[in-house]
């Protein structure tokens, strides 16, 4: 494989990785969001809450598939920690520091379309500063590369170890 396609192998890698990412983080976001929103949280509650839910989705997306596969639980949560624990954390970091950065965001409420926009936008910072970090990650024989290993996603020798 010539050194192009394998970067350009690499980078498909990392941005399918941060996708996979992004549904758990966006699924505990939403929900830690309009959980703390609807309850009248402080921002830090409802942020503490929107973190906590993001990595127990993103977590739980990545153990059923390696559990599949065969491995016992207590294994399969060890794969999905080294697997998503750099990524989850970079993407939290971005996503609730743009929630927090923009004006009225948090404060908007669940019928307010600045709130949706705004979580929308933040989610979507989030995706493309979580990429490279991916890439990175992946092209080191890390992160989502750990997970490709016990199911069949057929990235196998995608990634340089």
């Given at each position: 494989m010539e050194r192009g396609s394998a970067q350009q192998s690499l980078?498909?890698?990392?941005?399918?990785?941060?996708?996979?990412?992004l549904t758990g983080c966006a699924i505990g976001e939403v929900l830690g969001m309009v959980i703390g929103t609807?309850?009248?949280?402080s921002n830090l509650s409802t942020i503490v809450l929107a973190v906590a839910l993001a990595f127990?989705?993103?977590?739980?997306?990545?153990i059923r598939p390696v559990l599949k596969s065969g491995l016992p639980l207590r294994a399969a949560i060890g794969v999905a920690f080294a697997a998503d624990t750099v990524s989850i954390a970079v993407m939290e970091i971005v996503d609730n520091a743009v929630m927090l950065l923009v004006p009225g965001a948090m404060e908007a409420g669940l019928a307010n379309?600045?709130?949706?926009?705004s979580l929308a936008f933040a989610l979507?910072?989030?995706?493309?500063?979580?990429?490279?970090?991916?890439r990175w990650l992946i092209s080191r024989g890390k992160g989502h590369a750990v997970v490709h290993q016990?199911?069949?996603g057929g990235h196998e020798g995608h990634h340089q170890h």
């Open positions: 980078t498909k890698l990392a941005i399918s990785a941060t996708l996979h990412c609807a309850l009248g949280w127990v989705f993103g977590y739980a997306l990545t379309w600045l709130f949706w926009v979507a910072v989030a995706f493309v500063v979580t990429v490279p970090v991916n016990y199911h069949g």
